[in-house]
């Protein structure tokens, strides 16, 4: 049956008080935190550095006095559309950008065998005027030995994921090392490179993330490509968390970065340039722990961006260039950097796509006299589509 809205409105006025004590204590935090933003724009650059150490989310590369509100305007304005691209034009003309992302066909239980199956894309646009460009795609069937699949207890729905993750980051690893010391090209990273969200796994998990990320952050330093990571809608904490240990707030875990910076950013505008010291996972990322530095950037009407970058791109006095390269993909794709956008138009799966590979599987299987059985409940789907 439908949704039934009446039922969504009442359960919603039934539990207003609960919203509304929310909203009061977020806008509470917020001011406080909004006021040491102010009262920390006042001070030296040579203060945060005195005070900041250890576990204190960030520390300043660029001066911040210089910067009012912490933002770095870029005074981009055009009065068209036509001579936003002729900005980019002048910007990326030559510069090859790449992005990879992934998909995947989770194990079902529809399938007497657990197997699944994991596949990338990538992109890559020259900027040239001939218009050329590469798409191609890489996939991996995962079997029953892939997943671990010993029993239903086993989470073989994470190891699709981890090998997505790992094909994922080894593609731009290879485009790099192909790319070699190359100053006429661009990586990007759909995501974090600081994988936060691994802590919530165990042990042998976390270790796995952190060592593909380590791998993709060692070959853009050793190779000399530079690398961007992009990250549309952050929940980063890593200037709130500088902030509270500056001013000793309260913690607050419903403020983060970009809602508080983003206020008065216009299009292109960005913060000075921080490198995280964030607790926790970066603990495991031994000579890269200090390595990673960030900005948000304001690319559409919604808060900014978070855009993660190896430190030797700003000890070689590329950052800025780099800056300048999202900020063309950006407006090719609309508000989104095209590179990637094209990327997951390349790698998704979709239920077409998902049928054609158990009909593939049942042949092959049935070819090879392998004991795989669908489901009544998939044969009956099969039928009616």
Known sequence: MPLKPSQVLAKLQNKRDDFQIFDQKTLKEFQQYQKALQDATQQPNAWFLEQLAGDCGAIPLEPLNHTPDWIVRSNLVWQSREQSLTWVKEKLTGIATFAVDGSQIYPSKDLSIPVALVQIGWF????????????????????????????????????????????????????????????????????????????????????????????????????????????????????????????????????????????????????????????????????????????????????????????????????????????????????????????????????DDRQVFYRLLQDWADKEELNLRLSRKMVSKARRR
């Open 124 to 351: 890559e646009n020259p900027h040239l005027p001939t218009g050329s460009y590469e798409k191609d795609i890489e996939l991996d069937v995962m079997t029953p030995a892939d997943l671990r699949a010993g029993n239903s207890g086993e989470p073989v729905d994470r190891r699709v994921s981890m090998r997505r993750f790992e094909m994922e980051t080894q593609r731009l690893i290879t485009y790099m090392e192909e790319r070699a010391h190359s100053e006429t090209c661009l990586v990007f990273f759909d995501g974090s490179l600081i994988v936060t969200f691994a802590e919530a796994f165990d042990e042998e998990t976390r270790n796995f993330y952190t060592r593909c990320v380590l791998k993709l952050l060692q070959a853009s330093e050793t190779f000399r490509v530079p690398l961007v990571a992009y990250i549309d809608t952050s929940y980063a904490r890593d200037l709130t968390v500088m902030l509270q240990t500056l001013f000793e707030l309260p913690e607050s875990r419903s403020v983060h970065d970009a809602q508080l910076l983003g206020r008065n950013m216009q299009w292109g505008d960005r913060t000075p340039l921080f490198l995280s010291q964030r607790a926790g996972i970066l603990d495991r990322y031994g000579e890269q722990a200090d390595k990673i530095a960030f900005t948000y950037l304001k690319t559409h009407d919604g808060y900014p961006v978070r855009l993660e970058l190896p430190l030797w791109l700003y000890d070689a006095g590329l950052s800025d260039r780099v800056i300048d390269w999202v900020r063309g993909e950006v407006i090719v794709g609309n508000g989104y950097p095209y590179v990637i956008e094209t990327a997951d138009q390349v790698a998704v799966l979709k239920n």
